[in-house]
T-cell receptor, first 118, second 112 residues
C-alpha cells in the first residue's frame, strides 16, 4: 500500500517564477491538505481539498493556489515566487466518508518537496 | 485562534534517560491532539493521538494524556534510545482531520 507521494523532491526557482508541486494521496484517502514548513518551524496550513474543491484555507496570499483531480491527487501552485517562499512543502491525506459522517482523525504526510527560491 | 506551545529545545539526553516534552494548547471547543515526529530529511509521521479529555495516546513506548483542565498534552517516554533522535511536533485539530495547527517543534538528541 503506497503512502503519500510527492514530486519533485527538490526544486530551485528564481524570484518571480511560478512553481507547481504534486501530491498523490494514500490509497483510500480522498482529502488532501498542503502545509508550508519553513526551516526550524512547525508546518503552517495552506489549504485543504475535498471533492475537487478548496474547503479550508490558511493565512496565505492568493499567489498560492491549488487543484484536486478526480483521482484525488492534488497540485499546489505558487506564482510570483518570493525569497520567503523557500520552505519544505508537505502534503497530507486523510479520508471522509459522507455516509455516516466518518472522518479520519489522522493525516498522513508525504516526504515533502524542498523549494529553494534564489 | 487556536495555538500550540511547546517547550523550547533543543533537548539532549543520554540513552535510557526519562523524557518529557511539554505541550500546552489554546483552543475553542474540544480539539483532537497529536504528536508527530520528523526524522532528518523526512516528512512527518504520526506518533500518537488523543481525541477527548483524559484519553491517553501511546505508541513505541511514548505516551501523552489529554488534560483539559491544564490544556496540556505532554509527551513522555521512560527510557529513550539513540533512534528516538528527531524533531517532535505537538499539534491540534478542531474538527477531526481538518487543519492541523502545529507547535514550533522540539529537537531531541539522544547520546549513547
Amino acid at each position: 500500500d503506497a503512502g503519500v507521494t510527492q514530486s519533485p523532491t527538490h526544486l530551485i526557482k528564481t524570484r518571480g517564477q511560478q512553481v507547481t508541486l504534486r501530491c498523490s494521496p494514500k490509497s483510500g484517502h480522498d482529502t488532501v491538505s498542503w502545509y508550508q514548513q519553513a526551516l526550524g518551524q512547525g508546518p503552517q496550513f495552506i489549504f485543504q481539498y475535498y471533492e475537487e474543491e478548496e474547503r479550508q484555507r490558511g493565512n496565505f496570499p492568493d499567489r498560492f493556489s491549488g487543484h484536486q483531480f478526480p483521482n484525488y491527487s492534488s497540485e499546489l501552485n505558487v506564482n510570483a515566487l518570493l525569497l520567503g517562499d523557500s520552505a519544505l512543502y508537505l502534503c497530507a491525506s486523510s479520508f471522509f466518508r459522507p455516509t455516516g459522517g466518518v472522518r479520519s482523525y489522522e493525516q498522513y504526510f508525504g516526504p515533502g518537496t524542498r523549494l529553494t527560491v534564489t | 485562534g487556536n495555538s500550540v506551545t511547546q517547550m523550547e529545545g533543543p533537548v539532549t539526553l543520554s540513552e535510557e534517560a526519562f523524557l518529557t516534552i511539554n505541550c500546552t494548547y489554546t483552543a475553542t471547543g474540544y480539539p483532537s491532539l497529536f504528536w508527530y515526529v520528523q526524522y532528518p530529511g523526512e516528512g512527518l509521521q504520526l506518533l500518537l493521538k488523543a481525541t477527548k479529555a483524559d484519553d491517553k495516546g501511546s505508541n513505541k513506548g511514548f505516551e501523552a494524556t489529554y488534560r483539559k483542565e491544564t490544556t496540556s498534552f505532554h509527551l513522555e517516554k521512560g527510557s529513550v534510545q539513540v533512534s528516538d533522535s528527531a524533531v517532535y511536533f505537538c499539534a491540534l485539530s478542531d474538527r477531526g482531520a481538518q487543519k492541523l495547527v502545529f507547535g514550533q517543534g522540539t529537537r531531541l538528541t539522544i547520546n549513547p
